[in-house]
């Protein structure tokens, strides 16, 4: 790699090739042929988003394993979590359906979580974990498929749907959806990339650019 | 509209897709890679075109069985009653709940449907290479990315459900097999979008511009 494109950056959405230039503390820089964003300036993110992702995955932890909502039929009881919900649609053979869900709110923000405090927590403290690239490149393809703030309108429509049929008794995990759903949302504006990929610019990991 | 400056694959440049490094791949190295994050590198994303109609003409055949068909079907004590989609909506909006009802009138029905057109839209004037308001293509394409996630909006509510009212003899939900079909469409979908290289819409200006 030639040193002179070092400081190049080309469009992800139209490929224009520009120079990056030095931005003011939480500034944005947008392409000027189709206006997509290229990069941020984010003044101590790292530590920032560790502290929500840190939070997040409490709040997570706790979203998953208490009951999200009740309901009551004359007189009968039932409640469910969110493992719950996936394992009865498996039994109700809707395998699909079920790891979908599965996938899209367990699996995908779970390993989001840890990886994130993976990276986050040695970098805070000034040292680069090892394998940064391959987790950046897993992250940068699964975030897609993180969909905590569609389930969480999931949830809303369902109340909706049960107050005719059943009186309703919220779960802790209800509040705690809206919490993990507000943090995630928090962690993606805050997370830059960029800044932990420039620390592996400063100082180069063995295993990775071997 | 004329673009003057060179886009970074026509000098040679490549950037990467997972880190945003730009470097010049040597074609005698064989296959490149990034140089810093060791991802496979393509100057556009490799048969885009082809892929993404293929995922698109599947969610459209899809898309029959994901409206026809009932994604939920409801028992209890004096009625039973299978739901679409569509006959879920109406439901709702019988029942006065308007806003939710609206909700997921856009998510489950319109989002899905304007993607698979935006899609289709974008892929045809691309191969078409036309020149025809590329900004405003562009933006189409930032949109689809946007909301495509939240057509999954009924599979969770009818997850939630299906779990939730099983409380023998009185009430009983169970997912329909729509709600299969229209899990695929929005996972098609999401991959096409995915496939499609937004580069593409702004390549055929250049050559014009070149030429
Ligand atoms: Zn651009
Ligand atoms: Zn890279």
């Not at chain 1, 941020?40 to 929500?52: E, Q």
């Amino acid at each position: 790699m030639s040193t002179n494109t070092k400081s190049l950056i080309a469009c992800r959405e139209c490929d224009l090739l520009l120079r990056e230039i030095p931005l003011l503390p939480g500034g944005v820089a947008c392409c000027c042929c189709c206006g997509a964003a290229l990069y941020r300036n984010t003044p101590g993110s790292l530590v920032r988003t560790l502290a929500l992702t840190l939070a997040a995955a409490i709040l997570f932890i706790v979203a998953n394993v208490y009951p999200i909502l009740g309901i009551e039929i004359q007189g009968v009881r039932n409640a469910t979590n969110l493992g719950g919900a996936v394992y009865s649609l498996w039994n109700q053979e809707m395998r699909m359906i079920s790891s979908l869900v599965c996938v899209t709110t367990i699996l995908v923000p779970a390993i989001e979580l840890a990886m994130m405090i993976y990276l986050l927590l040695p970098l805070s403290m000034r040292r680069v974990p090892p394998g940064v690239a391959l987790i950046l490149r897993i992250l940068h393809s699964i975030k897609p498929w993180g969909m905590v703030e569609v389930f969480m309108l999931g949830i809303l429509v369902a109340l909706v749907k049960l107050a005719d049929l059943s009186s309703l008794i919220p779960g802790v995990a209800l509040w705690s959806f809206g919490g993990v759903t507000l943090l995630l949302a928090a962690v993606a504006a805050s997370f830059n990339p960029r800044d932990v990929w420039g620390c592996l610019d400063r100082e180069p990991d063995p295993k990775v650019s071997a | 509209m004329m673009r003057v400056t060179p886009s970074a694959a026509g000098l040679g440049l490549c950037s990467c897709r997972a880190c945003g490094l730009v470097s010049r791949p040597d074609p005698a190295v064989g296959p490149a890679r990034c140089p810093r994050c060791r991802s496979p590198l393509h100057f556009r994303k490799p048969n885009s075109v082809g892929h993404c109609w293929a995922l698109l003409v599947a969610a459209y055949i899809l898309y029959l069985p994901a409206n026809l068909l009932p994604i939920m079907e409801t028992g209890t004590l004096f009625a039973s009653r299978k739901d679409t989609i569509l006959s879920g909506v109406v439901h709702l909006w019988e029942t006065g709940s308007w806003g939710i009802a609206a909700i997921v009138f856009i998510a489950s029905i319109l989002v899905p449907l304007f993607k698979m057109i935006a899609l289709t839209l974008l892929l045809i004037s691309v191969q078409r290479r036309s020149t025809w308001w590329p900004m405003q293509r562009a933006r189409l394409y930032r949109l689809v990315d946007l909301v495509g996630r939240w057509s999954m909006l009924d599979i969770y509510v009818v997850t939630l459900l299906a779990a939730l009212v099983q409380i023998r003899s009185l009430a009983t939900v169970r997912a329909g097999t729509g709600a299969i079909a229209f899990g695929a469409v929005v996972v098609l979908t999401m991959f096409a979008a995915m496939k499609f290289d937004p580069r593409l819409i702004w390549d055929p200006l250049l050559k014009e511009s070149e030429s």
